[in-house]
């Protein structure tokens, strides 16, 4: 082990310690006190539900763990968007689960909420998996009602899902364990079956003080919506049960009679555990500046180290080609940091998309869905090539064909953010836009349109060429703090945290847990029969 390698590591152990402390507050939702007054209820909180119904609490993916992070500081914040969402197994069965975090705001829907909400249902309808419910929500946070409830990607769409799902034949299982009101009502009843906590839960489209106000009738909350009401006299709800425990429990005895579906049919082996998973943070450089050879990271995320590289001697700044995670045959599409030496004599800088890059992992993406094999993409990718020799010689058209086959393909793409992640590269690289079933980020990623250094100096050349447009001259020391104030804001931006938090990765994660992402990824893709492949008008 050289310094180098003993710094890196070092560097992203700090890293890791940083986000295991931040995820660690986040899972305690509002805190404390309102747990406390949660379990004085008789309720469990959304976590405690969750690890109750479960198989294994330890073998479950977070998705969305950091939504709202540093977001709506102004009305007390919303940790991680007021609801919990995960993918695990219950009865054996690959599920996801939705709980609402009634520590946070009585689990009330913050824009973040809808968007968090809505990807937790777009995983299940890709890959065809049931859907459980825990209501327990208070509805839409009024003074944000005009960001969640009438677009196309707000709260009402999640109904819409409820009602494509069931065409589409994905059970979905509702418990109201606590409130349901308003519109959000329709979200258990549109399930296949809903279950109701007697005492705790309810059910209405408006509560007895608007029930008042809209029609003068008196009425107590129980009598207007509760346990036996929906059960005995309305047959909203399907059955009540006496306390959170003995409705999980029939939820579990639900999922336990289940029939199998359809499977995708990729291709799995006996796992064999890879040869040097412990250097992975070593391997990793600290400036991200740093050349490095992606291989060396491969080598330690796939089984027994063992990478068959396609078009090896080509293209070099993509490396691509096939391997096992846990077992399964994936496509690996990762950048290449190392600067390298093309047969021309062209010397290619790392983390760069050329056209024979380009063109290469297209060729590949490709092959993989001719071959039904899931893609994994491994971003740390500066941009494509600029300049007169990269546009004279088809750049655009070989982005293109790239971007084309990514788009267009079938077989599940999963993406991992590793360090950079910029412009036309996060695109190319099957960034959020491309629908990747799971992305997640490295403590050590960053993305933006461009990097902080780039992007600073460019919109401080817009500053100063406005302000001097105005007739304002500004003095050398002015102009370096504005550089500073620019860069120091557009570095937040960059924060994979800030990313997370807007729910444009599903998570950050431990480089070491990557191959339990991907593992879970496709063990819930191989739930959905793959479509045939069709690129449509390839550029040559």
């Given at each position: 082990m050289n310094i180098e390698f003993n710094k890196n590591e070092d560097h992203l152990k700090q890293l890791i310690y940083q986000l295991k402390k931040r995820s660690d507050q986040t899972k305690l939702g509002g805190g404390e006190k309102k747990i406390e007054k949660q379990h004085g209820k008789g309720k469990l909180t959304a976590r405690e539900r969750i690890a109750y119904l479960v198989d294994d609490d330890s073998d479950l993916l977070e998705v969305g763990l950091l939504a709202g992070e540093d977001m709506y500081a102004d009305v007390g914040g919303c940790p991680s968007g007021g609801v919990v969402t995960v993918m695990?197994?219950?009865?054996?069965?690959?599920?996801?689960?939705?709980?609402?975090?009634?520590?946070?705001?009585?689990?009330?829907?913050?824009?973040?909420?809808?968007?968090?909400?809505?990807?937790?249902?777009?995983?299940?309808?890709?890959?065809?998996?049931?859907i459980i419910y825990l209501v327990d929500s208070a509805g839409v946070f009024l003074p944000m009602q005009d960001e969640i409830f009438p677009d196309k990607e707000h709260f009402g769409r999640?109904?819409?899902?409820?009602?494509?799902?069931s065409a589409m034949g994905i059970v979905q299982i509702a418990a109201i364990m606590g409130s349901c009101v308003a519109g959000g009502a329709y979200l258990p009843i549109m399930s296949d079956e809903a279950m109701i906590v007697d005492k705790t839960g309810s059910i209405f489209l408006a509560g007895s003080y608007l029930v008042k106000a809209a029609i003068g009738e008196n009425i107590d909350n129980e009598t207007l919506g509760g346990a036996t009401t929906h059960c005995e006299i309305s047959g909203v709800t399907d059955n009540k049960f006496d306390n959170d425990e003995a409705c999980l429990d029939y939820i579990k005895s639900l999922f336990d009679k289940l029939g199998d579906t359809t499977k995708a049919g990729f291709n799995r082996e006996e796992v064999v555990k890879p040869e040097a998973m412990d250097d992975l943070l070593g391997t990793f450089p600290k400036d991200r500046a740093a050349p490095y050879d992606v291989k060396d990271v491969i080598k330690k995320l796939v089984d027994g180290g063992e990478f068959d590289e396609y078009k090896e001697l080509?293209?070099?700044?993509?490396?691509?080609?096939?391997?096992?995670?846990?077992?399964?045959?994936?496509?690996?599409?990762?950048?290449q940091r190392k600067v390298v030496k093309s047969k021309q004599g062209e010397m290619q800088m790392g983390g760069v998309i050329y056209s024979d890059s380009a063109d290469k992992a297209a060729r590949f993406i490709m092959n993989c869905n001719q071959r039904k094999i899931p893609l994994v993409f491994l971003q740390d990718v500066s941009g494509f090539m600029v300049g007169s020799k990269a546009e004279h010689g088809g750049i655009i058209k070989d982005g293109a064909?790239?971007?084309?086959?990514?788009a267009n393909s079938t077989v599940p793409k999963f993406t991992i953010i590793m360090g950079?992640?910029?412009?036309?590269?996060?695109?190319?690289?099957?960034?959020?836009?491309?629908?990747?079933?799971?992305?997640?980020a490295w403590p050590s990623a960053q993305m933006a349109v461009m990097s902080g250094a780039s992007a600073a100096k460019t919109l401080l050349q817009i500053k100063v060429a406005t302000l001097k447009a105005q007739g304002k001259e500004i003095s050398k020391e002015e102009e370096e703090t504005l550089l500073k104030e620019i860069t120091d804001k557009y570095n937040e931006e960059l924060s994979p945290y800030y990313a997370a938090a807007r729910m444009w990765v599903d998570g950050i994660i431990d480089p070491r847990d990557t191959r339990k992402v991907i593992t879970m990824g496709i063990e819930a893709a191989n739930h959905a029969p793959v479509e045939k492949f069709n690129v449509g008008v390839i550029q040559t």
């Open positions: 695990a197994k219950v009865q054996g069965r690959m599920c996801v689960i939705v709980a609402n975090d009634a520590t946070v705001k009585a689990g009330a829907w913050f824009p973040i909420t809808a968007k968090k909400n809505l990807r937790a249902q777009e995983i299940a309808m890709e890959n065809h998996l049931p999640q109904f819409r899902n409820n009602a494509k799902m080509y293209g070099k700044t993509i490396v691509c080609g096939y391997a096992r995670i846990d077992g399964w045959a994936v496509g690996i599409v990762a950048n064909k790239m971007v084309n086959a990514m950079n992640s910029y412009g036309a590269g996060n695109y190319a690289m099957c960034g959020k836009a491309y629908d990747p079933r799971l992305i997640y």
